[in-house]
């Protein structure tokens, strides 16, 4: 009898112990909606990157600390990725020195890996291969620019176009944007007091609300815009604010073109091979919209890359 007592009462006292947990669980995540994020893990040197475990993370809205509540590596059962290569039909033909490094990129994704490409002219995306595994049919679908953007030429729009066309898919997003950047449908001046593109703000929020990681590369444009440094260097400054916000990165040297593309397309794989898919909670708002977050770690020699604001579904 005295041996079922105490058995009695380690049991209700781990009833006690679980329905706290219960309770205080469900206080954390009342009013909170989960919200979800790719994050990618860049090492801080030269050696591999050091793995980021679910209890090293911090999610932090101004000064507040949000609940992780998801943390895994993208492999495995977690692998998928649909990766889309745009490039600028505005591009100079020069660019095609550089096609056969995007070629060999695309045949060096694993199978997990769905590739589209397509070429951006006129505000819109041509698209010459669908998302598909095959890769050496991506790779086949990759030819010359036209040299020409058509008559309302924007990457930007064409970017948005993309991310609003793209298939639902539990898959990552990656968009590779090959162009100068330039906004020829904005071509000329700025208007007084606008120091930020609109089109680069638009695609930045549908970037961010899709959930879509961007990285760009310069190449060099055509037509007299092209030739104009300040054009030029708005053009890459919009690359590098859109590619920043959405956890990408703009890749370019000066505003001539890269000897080569290999060592971007490096850095960019070794991105892909180190990601997680996080999640959080936080409180909605009554509408849906963007929402200012900051992912960190304190891991030595690592550093975590996301995008800025997430999209948080209404209340």
Do not use: C
Not at 8 to 16: D, E, K, T
Not at 50 to 60: I, N
Not at 127 to 152: C, W
């Amino acid at each position: 009898m005295k041996q079922y007592g105490v058995r009695r009462g380690v049991f209700v006292f781990l009833i006690a112990v679980f329905a706290g947990m219960l309770v205080a669980h469900t206080q954390e995540t009342a009013g909170t909606v989960p919200v979800h994020m790719t994050v990618t893990a860049s090492a801080t040197g030269d050696g591999p990157t050091p793995e980021v475990k679910r209890s090293d993370v911090t999610v932090r809205q101004r000064r507040e600390h949000l609940q992780v509540t998801g943390w895994e590596a993208a492999r495995g059962s977690h692998a998928g990725l649909d990766l889309f290569i745009a490039i600028d039909d505005a591009a100079d033909r020069s660019l095609g020195s550089q096609l056969n490094d995007l070629r060999a990129f695309i045949n060096a994704q694993p199978p997990t890996t769905n590739v589209g490409v397509g070429y951006m002219r006129n505000a819109t995306i041509q698209i010459v291969q669908n998302f598909t595994p095959d890769h050496a049919a991506a790779a086949n679908s990759v030819r010359l620019p036209l040299g020409n953007a058509g008559s309302f030429g924007s990457p930007f729009l064409s970017a948005i176009s993309l991310m609003n066309g793209w298939p639902a898919h539990p898959n990552r997003r990656v968009l590779i944007m090959v162009t100068d950047g330039i906004d020829r449908a904005r071509g000329g001046p700025r208007s007084p007091g606008l120091s930020t593109n609109p089109d680069v703000n638009s695609a930045t929020t549908v970037g961010q609300r899709t959930g879509t990681i961007i990285y760009g590369l310069f190449t060099p444009g055509v037509g007299h815009l092209s030739r104009n440094f300040l054009e030029a260097t708005n053009g890459q400054n919009g690359m590098a604010r859109l590619s920043e916000a959405t956890g990408g990165e703009a890749f370019f040297l000066g505003t001539r073109a890269p000897v080569s593309f290999r060592p971007f397309l490096e850095s960019i794989q070794k991105s892909l091979d180190n990601q997680y898919l996080l999640e959080f909670r936080i409180a909605p708002n009554r509408r849906a919209g963007l929402q200012s977050v900051s992912v960190d770690t304190e891991v030595s020699g690592v550093e975590l890359i996301s995008a800025d604001s997430a999209w948080v579904p209404a209340q």
